[in-house]
Structures are given as C-alpha cells and as structure tokens.
C-alpha cells in the first residue's frame, strides 16, 4: 500500500490503477492490476479521468 501511495502521490495524483500497476512493473514489483484496484480503493485513491462526457 505504501509504494501504491507513493507513486500516486509522485505523479501528482492523476495515475489510475493501471498506470499505478504499470509504474510497479517497471520497479519490478510483481502484484496483479485487480490487487491494485481494490487497494486503491481501500485508500480512496482515484486517477483523473479525461475525455469523457
């Protein structure tokens, strides 16, 4: 929860949890993208969303 946290807050709260799990891929931290989700949400953390009506 601790690295989920910190990279949300480094992209300066916009990454969703797609990009979250993509950003703890590349650090080579392996967890499923549906952990993610539901810790996000655990958190109240959300991403921005764009382009939507």
Wanted: net charge positive.
């Amino acid at each position: 929860m601790a690295h989920i946290c910190r990279i949300w807050h480094d992209s300066r709260s916009v990454y969703g949890a797609r990009k979250v799990w993509h950003s703890l891929q590349r650090e080579g931290r392996k967890v499923a993208r549906c952990t993610v989700e539901r810790l996000m949400r655990q958190m109240g953390l959300k991403g921005v969303i764009r382009g939507r009506k």
